[in-house]
T-cell receptor
């Protein structure tokens, strides 16, 4: 089965450091989502892209977070500078949405577990 | 966005059917009902979705009431591996998925 691949799976770093998380969506999917999960907040949508263009990043702290899609096979989520409150599991998901109104459901990666000390 | 209401937790005996309810009384005509689940330490997994007809796949069945104000996800023969948090979500086709707290299902031997 095709899978969404996220790297790294685990990241531990000190506050103030830059963190970059990467996501390889399923080949052919045109929509990519970034989520963050914590015990307190549950699963939160941070941002999503369609055909590499950002559609909604209202869930993302703008001062330190940035999300990009350099090409159709790579999505990145960066935090600079990182803070302890950014500690969470970050999930990437991809899906296919067609203009005719059909779609394939979102498929999720296994996440990046981020710990900021 | 339509809101959903799910019980916070449920138990089910192994081998029995697990019936997970979801209320979505404010659902709009163009919104689909989606179900995902999240097994501990894994990413959410798509299970099934539907608009107004009942749906079945290899994982589960989805029963949607005629007025579309509620639905039930049925796992016909629950196994220990079905222990997970189950999320019911309503959204237009192709729109972003917003997760609520879900139902924590425990399958008991």
């Amino acid at each position: 089965d095709a899978r969404v691949t996220q790297t790294p799976r685990h990241k531990v770093t000190e506050m103030g450091q830059e963190v970059t998380m990467r996501c390889q969506p399923i080949l052919g999917h045109n929509t990519v989502f970034w989520y963050r999960q914590t015990m307190m907040q549950g699963l939160e949508l941070l941002a999503y892209f369609r055909n590499r263009a950002p559609l909604d990043d209202s869930g993302m702290p703008k001062d330190r977070f940035s999300a990009e899609m350099p090409d159709a096979t790579l999505a990145t989520l960066k935090i600079q500078p990182s803070e302890p409150r950014d500690s969470a599991v970050y999930f990437c998901a991809s899906g296919l949405v067609l203009s005719a109104g059909s779609q394939q459901p979102q498929h999720f990666g296994d996440g990046t577990r981020l710990s900021i000390l | 966005d339509a809101k959903t209401t799910q019980p916070p937790s449920m138990d089910c005996a192994e081998g029995r059917a697990a019936n997970l309810p979801c209320n979505h009384s404010t659902i709009s005509g163009n919104e689909y009902v989606y179900w995902y689940r999240q097994i501990h330490s894994q990413g959410p997994q798509y299970i099934i979705h539907g608009l107004k007809n009942n749906e079945t796949n290899e994982m589960a069945s989805l029963i949607i009431t005629e007025d579309r104000k509620s639905s039930t996800l049925i796992l016909p023969h629950a196994t220990l591996r079905d222990t997970a948090v189950y999320y019911c979500i309503v959204r237009p086709l192709g729109d972003k998925v917003i997760f609520g707290p879900g139902t924590s299902l425990s399958v008991i031997p």
